[in-house]
């Protein structure tokens, strides 16, 4: 096992193996079983080109030689920050052939962000492309390099400057050994709440299963032609896009934005069945499907989650697009959520998703961990065949996340309804959701801190119409107080990806504080919402 990696219970792990949730089979092994199976079937379809299932299990093995060849072993960690092309993918698997571990970072990532995650997880090499969304992934890398010393490799897609082309990596193929699955394949990045984001990591056995069931909960089959619009390394887009409609040998679009302009085409041109969307994204979809002209008749489903969907966009979201709305949740720590198309539509406008798995087990508790009595607001806690025991390298933060009994709390405030269904119904953890990416609030605070003008810091969230929350933050000034531009470029400069950027900024002579001496944000909320 990989070092760091808090394993199940063995009664657990036999009672998952024998029920066939975890079957045995390495990832990398899947996608060679696909590749016969479904062989010249459409597996990818970018904005360049496709690749059928067996063309992408071979293009796998060119890179994996490189991979092997450059010095990549099993168990070697790999930061992957890649846009949403046929790469990522083929990059994915082939670290998972060689035996590596690829570290999941979104785009949005900066210097300080992808600094912490090669340092946290020892990583090795860093895979990247020239330039994202018209910022520049070399300087990027070159700033990464300059602060951290594990990093042996350099990898880039497109123009690799002084680096290393991906390209180069394609090598005559050569065997390599089986890893484990029931080791460590991948490690995703958690939402948080602490100060550094800290890793899940995620077996073959686990997460494969979470993908077939993802796939059974949203009847996916060989027809299915799903659309990843939000970044693939996401476990949301992961499982339900990649895994999902692997296991079915159905057709992966990859659109590199969320942007109408581009998705309603490739919908069209591409007879997209199932995308999933996050509510700010699904808000932009919803008032300008109805106006425009592209056809997008054949969207069968459109799967939105990652933060609460409000009620009145959901009543929307069928009207303007013209196919069943499902709404959905999850977490990279594991448990998710989905719909089926018999749920009635009060069920799929007012609640969140059923649980995929049978043993997927959920505790609704107060805040003394008691069970709250049936249909109440709790925490909810769960433990189950794809949902992890305890952080990568989690210290102390396993005893505080996760029960003596390997619950894993969420921090969210949930209610269950008699059909099994989850409601959400707010946080109990420091972390703001801005329309489906998690900020956690210390994070930033311990940045802002950092500036010489501010002597104490709180980010809060207050409620926003199109993105469900928005950051605030409130700071106590040293002397002339800093406005958000000032703020903006300070924390860019300590490269922090632009979606942690405070919106707002509002000046206070000193934070309200608890009883106990904890900044009161419940009260500094309140403040907020009544401007
Ligand atoms: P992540 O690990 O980034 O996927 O974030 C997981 C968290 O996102 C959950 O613990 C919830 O707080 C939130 N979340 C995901 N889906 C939903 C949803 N449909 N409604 C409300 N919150 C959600």
Known sequence: ???????????????????????????????????????????????????????????????????????????????????????????????????????????????AEITHFVDSTDAVAYVTADVIDGFDHRELARAVRGQTGNLRHVIIFGDAAEFIPLDSLRQQPIEHPTADPSDVAILLLSGGTTGLPKFVARTHDDWA????????????????????????????????????????????????????????????????????????????????APGGSADLSSLRRVVIGGSKL?????????????????????????????????????????????????????????????????????????????????YFRGGVHNRTSFTDNGFYRTGDLVRLLPNGQVVFEGRVKDQINRGGEKIAAEEVENHLLAHPAVRDAALIGV?????????CAVLVPHGAAPEQPEIARFLTERGIAAYKIPDLIRIADTLPRTAIGKVDKKKLRQEEVTR
């Open 209 to 288: 299963y979470s993908g077939r069931a993802v796939a059974a909960a949203c009847s996916y089959d060989a027809t299915t032609r799903h659309m990843v619009c939000l970044p693939l390394g996401h476990n949301w887009t992961l499982t339900h896009g990649l895994l999902a409609t692997f296991d079915v040998g159905g057709t992966l679009i990859l659109a590199e934005s969320p942007d109408p302009g581009i998705t309603f085409d490739l919908i069209e041109r591409h007879r997209v069945t199932d995308t999933g969307l996050v509510p700010g994204v699904a808000l932009v979809w919803v008032e300008l």
């Open 463 to 471: 409620p926003d119409e199109i993105l469900g929350e928005r950051s």
């Open 1 to 111: 096992m990989l070092d760091g990696f808090v394993p199940w219970p063995v009664e657990f792990a036999s009672r998952y193996r024998s029920l066939g949730y975890w079957r045995g089979e390495t990832l990398d092994a899947a996608l060679r079983r696909y590749g016969s199976a479904f062989g010249d079937s459409a597996a990818v379809v970018d904005s360049d080109r496709s690749w059928t299932y067996s063309e992408l299990d071979a293009e796998v093995d060119h890179y994996a030689a490189g991979l092997h060849a450059l010095g990549i072993r099993p168990r070697d960690r790999v930061v992957v920050q890649l846009p949403n092309r046929g790469e990522f993918i083929a990059v994915m698997y082939a670290l998972l052939r060689v035996g590596a571990i690829p570290v999941f970072a979104l785009p949005a990532h900066r210097a």
């Open 310 to 390: 409000p009620l009145e966009l959901a009543r929307r979201v069928e009207p303007a697009l013209g196919c069943q709305l499902h709404q959905a949740f999850g977490m990279a720590e594991g448990l998710c959520g989905f719909q089926d198309s018999d749920e009635d539509l009060e069920t799929r406008l007012h609640a969140q998703g059923r649980p995929v798995s049978p043993d997927d087990e959920l505790l609704i508790v107060d805040h003394y961990g008691n069970p709250v009595p049936a249909g109440e607001i709790g925490e909810l806690l769960t433990r189950g065949p794809y949902t992890v025991r305890g």
